[in-house]
């Protein structure tokens, strides 16, 4: 975390310099539908949905299961083509984009599949770089040192020689976040990253995410349905059910108990704390 | 943290090129014919000096004629089939793929069986003659290899699982019309088809043959290179690989064609040499890991290596007979598998 | 397997074995003759002979239909006028052009059973190189027996003939094919008288180069016809080093091909090639064409072998000139078709049209 970041400094693609642009990412009237056949009725869509992010911003996309929450952030990513409406990244059409120049943009966060030659800790966020540069090349110390500092960001520096087999499901989460900071992208995208820590590591987890927010201008957007810790970090809330856009707000506005209950089908209590950050407990059968 | 560089990369494949240059110089000097070191090393500086007419010894001749062009198949053979196999298992995430597995070996030997029955029949000019079985060959693998990419496209783009049993179904079903030709078809030329079997180095070609493959090697094993980062990317998921800017459709086109290619070009002037393209990737990654920047360089040199060794034992074992060199390396390449297999790297 | 049964009785001890037996079934021969001439319900005459291999064989008398899993064993049967006598041949019997109008069997490898079963065969004749064991076998338990021969040396064949003849119960056919062959190998030798022979290669085939080893009749025939394989190997097709061949430096090849445009367009090709024309016969052209017929251990190999040795010693046949090309004696171009089963293949065309050998009398695996 050097005051001189110049290494690390991200890459400046040729629309950030038209600074003062406040959106970063629009989503508008997005819509998705999914079916195994093309002649059968589709069997999930995703239904218009717009909003946006700015830099700096954590937007969580908050849901129950099958509400639609990665199907967004995979549109967001550019993997999915919208059935209609478009996705922006500073004013850029998203899925038109080439992979090399959307991952110079956008990094992923999500489960790693099993891999089948497991590599080093090191190599493995060395693979955030491969966006930059030219296709085939070697690295350069540039690379390493932005890999180091993504290791020191997260917290993993120590482990930096392991394997990847050889490493704690925690620990591999915070290396996975590490790649995609080296990738040094715009947008921040995250499914699901709290789903095998504990308590500790996801709050450690989220209050990286936010240290790096207010640092780096990320615009992080984070797929959930962890009530609490939405509450907790999100400037901005989607709340999703089935494949609607219910709402989009800050969280005072998301957090209501009539709406919840709805969304989550279970009965809940929702506490307004100093801060403006809602507290929500679940209320057992008595 | 050490990254590849590359000097550390150039001297990987410094040391494979001397052994390379070693194993060469003693598979000149052993054969059917016996060669002294000195009668060798003269001869050679002949030949590179431009004074070939000047080797008058039957020995000389026969090294330059003989057994040069046989080593030289064999480090193109060795290379390709390396390259191709190292492209496939990463191609297919699966450790078990060799460059046969998607049936371009199959194809090949179709082609040349084809070629076998039909050559009777045709008038040919005697040079194209010769090479009537390996341009066949190579026409049937090309042809598998359509057909197997037609076969393994969803949604516009290849599918591993796909390809794999796709390649696997596609295999079967042309090993069986060979076998269906061979039991039915009354021609004494299916009689060639023996070479294809096992693989075989002892076939002589022209010149320009060698020039052809040697070209077509560089190119395709270029290609494939220029995909190396992208393949290590691959491997460590297609989700992943394509949020970290791999263009995952293109690479698995460019891979699977040039890998195919390779060992269309390998099978159609050797035949089926077995073993190789499996276990030198695998050797290989045991000693300089998985990254295939270094990888498919030092496999291609191991598989040269390898084929080299494995023919020369091919014909100094049962001399003045020899093996087929197929058969060397299931000898030498099974027990081998074996022990990789119980290290858990395969 | 085959292996076996030859340990058990060793090569040279044969045609001992089968005159001694010869001479006593002979000696018992009339009054079988004899039996068969009572009424019908007398139990059917039998022989009890010993074959080539070794195993004991009971042949019915008289042996009125005959079976031939071999096209030498086919070539044979004609050569002693027996052909009446012969219900069925393999799909590879193409000499002489009659024999392709008999009912077919199949291959030697895998003949129908059902089919040679149909045809109540009194005899079935197989060779050690062409046929299995497993057929014969088979064809036991179906009450079939089978005599086998199994040459090794042109000496070999013609006594293997004449046997057969006996066994066949025509030994005055017999000894008169013999009494020819014997009498034009005797002429060859005569001829040939104490020429050098000829150091040559005999090519199977190119693609690997194999060639034939010492112990088959194939050998023995070139010797015969004033020639010495340069490969010594016991394995009957060993594959051959090039190198080998080259140092050796063969006087000739000998390429077997009833078309001499095949073994001309061959020799061309491999001219072409840098590992086959640092050989002088390729340079210089020096190679014999003979017809197929050497490929089968029957009365025609004869005919072949002075084929070769006319080409492979020209002055010993003074009134008959002819010149170190090869010269393929027209006996007779089969016209066999291949057996095709695949109609997309275009060239099943040019095989109506033209034809081809098949092979041989000899098992035509490479290893």
């Given at each position: 975390m050097s005051p001189g970041r110049s290494s690390a400094a991200p890459l400046t693609p040729p629309e950030l310099t038209r600074l003062g642009t406040e959106v970063r990412l629009a989503v508008e009237q997005v819509s998705y539908a999914y079916s195994a056949n093309p002649a059968q009725a589709p069997l999930f869509t995703l239904e218009a949905t717009s909003f946006q992010a700015r830099p700096g911003e954590i937007v969580a996309i908050l849901g129950p299961n099958a509400s639609g929450k990665s199907t967004l952030l995979q549109l967001i990513a550019g993997v999915l083509s919208p059935l209609s409406g478009r996705i922006l990244l500073n004013g850029f059409v998203?899925?038109?984009?080439?992979p090399r120049n959307r991952a110079q943009r956008i990094a992923m966060v999500q489960q790693e599949s099993r891999l089948l030659f497991p590599s080093r800790v090191w190599e493995f966020v060395l693979q955030g770089r491969h966006a930059h540069g030219r296709p085939l090349r070697f690295e350069s110390s540039n690379d390493m040192q932005i890999v180091q500092d993504a290791l020191v960001h997260v917290g993993v520096a120590h482990l930096s020689d392991r394997l990847m087999d050889q490493i704690s499901g925690g620990e591999k989460q915070r290396v996975i976040l590490a790649r995609a900071l080296a990738q040094q992208p715009l947008l921040l995208l995250l499914d699901e990253p709290t789903l095998h820590l504990d308590i500790a590591a996801q709050v450690g987890l989220l209050d990286a995410l936010r240290r790096l927010c207010a640092r780096n201008h990320y615009t992080v957007i984070v797929v959930t349905h962890e009530l609490n810790l939405a509450a907790e970090y999100a400037d901005q809330i989607i709340l999703m059910q089935s494949g609607r856009c219910l709402r989009v707000g800050p969280p005072a506005t998301i957090y209501q108990r009539e709406l919840l209950e709805q969304v989550f089908q279970i009965p809940l209590k929702v506490e307004m704390r100093g801060h403006g950050r809602p507290r929500v407990t679940i209320l057992s059968d008595s | 943290m050490r990254p590849l560089t590359f000097h550390k990369l150039l001297f990987q494949c410094l040391i494979l090129l001397v052994i390379l240059f070693l194993v060469v110089i003693i598979a000149l000097k052993f054969g059917a014919v016996p060669v002294s070191l000195y009668a060798l090393g003269r001869d050679l500086l002949r030949v590179l000096l431009g004074q070939s007419s000047q080797i008058s010894s039957d020995y000389g001749l026969i090294i330059q004629n003989i057994r040069l062009p046989r080593i030289i198949l064999g480090i193109i053979v060795g290379a390709s089939l390396s390259v191709a196999g190292t492209s496939f298992q990463a191609l297919l995430r699966n450790p078990l793929a060799d460059p046969y597995v998607l049936g371009v070996s199959s194809g090949a030997a179709l082609g040349a069986i084809l070629a076998l029955i039909a050559e009777p029949h045709l008038i040919l000019p005697p040079a194209f003659g010769a090479l009537l079985t390996p341009l066949c060959a190579f026409l049937g693998a090309t042809a598998t290899i359509t057909a197997v990419y037609f076969l393994s496209r969803r949604g516009g783009q290849i599918d591993s699982t796909t390809l794999l049993l796709g390649g696997v179904i596609t295999a079967s079903f042309l090993s069986a019309i060979i076998v269906f030709l061979m039991s039915t078809v009354n021609s004494s030329n299916t009689r060639g088809m023996v070479f294809w079997v096992m693989g075989n180095l002892s076939t002589s070609f022209q010149k320009s043959v060698y020039w052809f493959l040697a070209a077509g090697f560089f190119i395709a094993a270029g290609v494939i290179y220029a995909t190396a980062n992208d393949l290590n990317i691959l491997l460590s998921g297609e989700k992943e690989a394509m949020h970290l800017g791999v263009d995952v459709r293109r690479v698995r086109f460019v891979v699977y064609i040039a890998a195919s290619l390779l060992t269309g070009l390998a099978v159609s002037v050797s035949g089926a040499v077995g073993y190789v393209g499996l276990i030198v990737p695998h050797v290989m990654r045991l000693i300089y890991g998985s990254d295939h920047r270094t990888l498919i360089p030092t496999a291609a040199l191991g598989g040269a290596i390898a084929v080299v060794i494995a023919d020369t034992l091919a014909r100094i074992v049962v001399a003045p007979n020899e093996l087929p060199v197929g058969a060397v390396t299931a000898v030498a390449g099974a027990p081998l598998f074996i022990y990789l297999l119980r290290r858990r790297v395969a | 397997m085959g292996d076996f049964l030859k340990k058990l009785l060793p090569p040279r001890l044969h045609p001992a074995a089968f005159a001694v037996l010869a001479i006593f079934t002979c000696a018992a021969a009339p009054s079988h003759a004899q039996s068969a001439t009572h009424s019908a319900t007398e139990p059917p005459a039998f022989r009890e002979v010993v074959d080539e291999t070794g195993r004991r064989v009971r042949i019915p008398q008289p042996v009125r239909r005959i079976v031939s899993l071999a096209p030498s064993l086919t070539e044979t049967i004609y050569a002693l006028g027996l052909q009446d006598r012969l219900v069925g041949d393999t799909d590879y019997c193409d000499y002489p052009p009659d024999a392709q109008k008999k009912t077919k069997v199949g291959g030697g490898i895998n003949p129908s059973l059902e089919v040679i079963a149909s045809l109540h065969p009194d005899l079935v004749l197989v060779t050690k190189s062409f046929n299995r064991l497993e057929t014969v076998i088979f064809l036991e338990e179906l009450g079939i027996s089978s005599y086998a021969t199994d040459p090794h040396t042109v000496a070999d064949i013609v006594s293997s003939t004449k046997t057969l003849a006996d066994v066949l119960g025509v030994p005055e056919a017999g000894a008169s094919v013999v009494g020819g062959m014997q009498r034009s190998l005797d002429n060859l030798q005569h001829r040939l008288g104490d020429l050098p022979s000829k150091r040559v290669l005999f090519v199977v085939w190119t693609q690997p180069l194999i060639s034939v080893g010492t112990n088959t009749f194939l050998a023995d025939a070139l010797r015969h016809a004033g020639a010495v394989s340069i490969v010594d190997s016991s394995q009957d097709w060993p594959q051959v080093n090039l190198e080998e061949i080259a140092r050796l430096q063969p006087d000739f090849l000998v390429f077997a091909d009833s078309h001499f445009e095949n073994a001309q367009r061959e020799v061309e090709r491999l001219a072409t090639l840098p590992g086959w024309k640092i050989l002088n016969a390729i340079r210089d052209r020096r190679y014999a064409v003979i017809s197929e017929a050497v490929n089968r251990p029957a009365p025609r190999i004869v005919s072949a072998i002075e084929e070769l040795a006319r080409q492979l010693h020209p002055e010993a046949f003074s009134e008959r000139p002819g010149d170190t090309k090869g010269k393929v004696d027209k006996e007779d171009p089969s016209s066999s078709s291949m057996a095709f089963t695949l109609p997309a293949l275009a060239f099943s065309l040019y095989s109506t049209l033209h034809g081809d050998h098949s092979s041989t009398g000899g098992c035509a695996c490479g290893h």
């Open positions: 998203i899925h038109s984009l080439t | - | -």
